[in-house]
């Protein structure tokens, strides 16, 4: 990774925490959109899937430990490294087609896929592991949380098309070639 990259890492990374802690859109309970998807998204569509998902993974870690400490972010953390992976992955099958719609397609398929498994069972799994509670009780409480995540990553879509077509057409490239 080189020191550009690191950098441009790094205010992934802030920007994921600015936006989750000062744009909360409650949506549940204590649940909220975590706008900070939204950067997750670009980076790992627009940058790389290393970035992307480290964008997301240390920028719940910074959150929570700004805010609530340990509580929630260790399930949390692990189910972006899935998200973020299976993200950017996706992205780059994407990107062989030609027509917008299928490549839409495959990053929303890509999307539902991989916060089921980040969130409803890797996270659940974790705080089954952490809390004790029996896996149906985590996967219960978590279900708010993947509705509320699937939804900021499938209204994310359309800014990284945006962004991604922006890119294509400037000087500045975000990747190493």
């Known amino acids: 990774m080189t020191t550009r990259k690191i950098a441009l890492t790094g205010i992934g990374i802030a920007l994921f925490v ?4 000062c744009l909360q859109v409650p949506v549940f309970e204590n649940y909220y959109l975590c706008l900070g998807y939204l ?47 299976m993200l950017g ?50 996967m219960g409480k978590n279900l708010y949380a993947f509705v509320a995540d699937l939804v900021m990553l499938i209204l994310s879509i359309p800014l990284v098309w945006i962004i991604d077509a922006r890119l294509a057409k400037s000087s500045v490239k975000l990747t190493e070639e």
């Open 18 to 21: 600015a936006l989750t802690m």
């Open 39 to 85: 950067v997750m998204a670009v980076y790992c569509c627009c940058v790389d899937t290393v970035s992307g998902t480290l964008v997301g993974v240390l920028g719940v870690i910074l959150y929570c430990l700004l805010t609530s400490g340990l509580r929630g972010m260790p399930g949390w953390a692990a189910g972006n490294v899935v998200i973020g992976i």
């Open 89 to 138: 992955l996706a992205y780059k099958a994407a990107k062989k087609f030609s027509s917008r719609a299928v490549q839409t397609l495959i990053l929303a398929v890509a999307i539902v896929v991989s916060v089921f498994l980040g969130i409803l069972i890797l996270k659940s799994f974790v705080e089954f592991l952490l809390y004790s509670q029996p896996m149906l009780v985590r």
